[in-house]
Nanobody
């Protein structure tokens, strides 16, 4: 059984920072592609960042230079460090783990950026 639990969302002013956490059970985060997605009201869910089993990272153009994805294997947790936040970053943020048949998803954590 795969379980992904996001935390760390909240309300922050533009220019501020948040760190999101994704605590995983049912497998080591170092053994899977781990990703963050987000979905704003009225918009499609969009890719934000991922880290592969080999440690390779990738980012959406909209967050490059501002967000960082990393993992702590001892805690079996993946993080998304979000700096220089903008109002357009407001969304429900989801952690996801790659599988042979798409992604397994967490429940999401809300990030709201005030301007």
């Amino acid at each position: 059984q795969v379980q992904l639990v996001e935390s760390g969302g909240g309300l922050v002013q533009a220019g501020g920072s948040l760190r999101l956490s994704c605590a995983a059970s049912g497998g080591a985060v170092s053994s899977y592609l781990m990703a963050w997605f987000r979905q704003a009201p009225g918009k499609e869910r969009e890719f934000v960042a991922h880290i592969s089993d080999s440690g390779t990272t990738n980012y959406a153009d909209s967050v490059k230079g501002r967000f960082t994805i990393f993992r702590d294997n001892a805690k079996n947790t993946v993080y998304l460090q979000m700096d220089s936040l903008k109002a357009e970053d407001t969304a429900l943020y989801y952690c996801a783990r790659g599988s042979g048949r798409g992604y397994n998803w967490g429940q999401g954590t809300q990030v709201t950026v005030s301007s």
